[in-house]
């Protein structure tokens, strides 16, 4: 069986990958693609992997779980979406001497253990520091803003060491990531790339953060020209979407603000910039897949 894992991260997409990919689990299930519902497997995966810590699963530990997961319809699965933003730690835990979820590792490689007959793909979303840091404080219930950091210098913080250190640690490991800033334009690219959905296959949600940073008015006009080019490939539909975006897109949606304490300007500006050269790096990591629009 194919497992997708998805770690999220926090403060990404916020669980709308799993909204859109249950709202087409119809469509998916015709492809042997089976989204379960979060409360058939997170508590009981977490509470798995943690007794995993004193002792090995026993044999029939991955078919139980998967037949829980699944609801005994196993056998007509042969891909399975999980996701849970917690994977790599908690907000409190997400960063600590210069590194974004020193637990990634360790976590993952009991993941990995007990499923370690089937084909298993990681993903997750990265996002430009200067505003990651920031919300990860403020969905966490860390009362200083210093105290999310745990002794880390912001200017060391790179995606590309928490990559190259999972890479490290399971060459073999399939990776696909994306960059959160990038998501309402590589929607549907991302949902088709993890369920093997063809383009242009129509899917439910497939502009649903697109929709987000356009008023009404325009998006409508978006989805009539959509109606009116059916033909479009995906490099066509991409330069539409960022013409679209470039002349209506609302402000207050592409210009975040960052609610840091005693953070400047300049300290955000350089945080982004070590972000776009840190995203530089990620694509040249083997066997990591990174999704740019």
Not at 146 to 152: A, D, E, F, K, Q
Not at 162 to 167: K, N
Not at 189 to 215: A, E, S, V, W
Request: some cysteine; hydrophobic content about 45%; charged content about 25%.
């Amino acid at each position: 069986m194919k497992i997708v894992l998805h770690a999220g991260v926090k403060c990404t997409d916020e669980e709308r990958l799993l909204t859109t990919l249950r709202s087409n689990k119809d469509l998916l299930a015709q492809r042997r693609v089976a989204v379960p519902d979060p409360r058939n497997y997170r508590v009981i995966l977490r509470e798995t992997l943690n007794k995993m810590r004193h002792q090995d699963p026993s044999e029939e530990a991955r078919d139980i779980l998967l037949d829980v997961f699944l609801e005994g319809e196993a056998d007509d699965i042969e891909t399975v979406f999980l996701s849970n933003a917690f994977f790599f730690g908690i907000p409190r835990e997400a960063i600590a001497n210069d590194q974004f979820y020193p637990k990634a590792v360790t976590s993952l490689a009991k993941f990995l253990h007990l499923f370690q007959e089937d084909d298993v793909l990681l993903t997750f979303a990265l996002r430009n520091p200067a505003s990651f840091v920031p919300n990860l404080f403020h969905a966490s219930n860390v009362t200083d803003f210093g105290g999310i950091l745990n002794n880390s210098n912001p200017l060391s913080l790179k995606w590309s060491e928490l990559v190259l250190r999972l890479r490290n640690a399971f060459p073999d490991l399939p990776m696909f990531l994306w960059c959160n800033e990038d998501t309402p334009f590589i929607w549907g690219q991302i949902i088709r790339t993890l369920t093997n959905l063809p383009y242009p296959q129509k899917i439910r949600g497939d502009f649903d953060l697109y929709q987000d940073i356009l008023p009404a008015d325009a998006f409508a006009r978006f989805q009539q020209y959509l109606e009116t080019h059916p033909s479009m490939n995906v490099s066509q539909l991409k330069k539409v979407m960022f013409a679209f975006a470039e002349r209506f897109a609302l402000p207050d949606v592409m210009d975040e603000v960052i609610d840091a304490p005693n953070w400047t300007d300049t300290l955000i500006e350089k945080l982004t910039i070590i972000y776009d050269k840190d995203i530089e790096a990620i694509t040249r990591i083997p066997k990591t897949q990174l999704l740019l629009p």
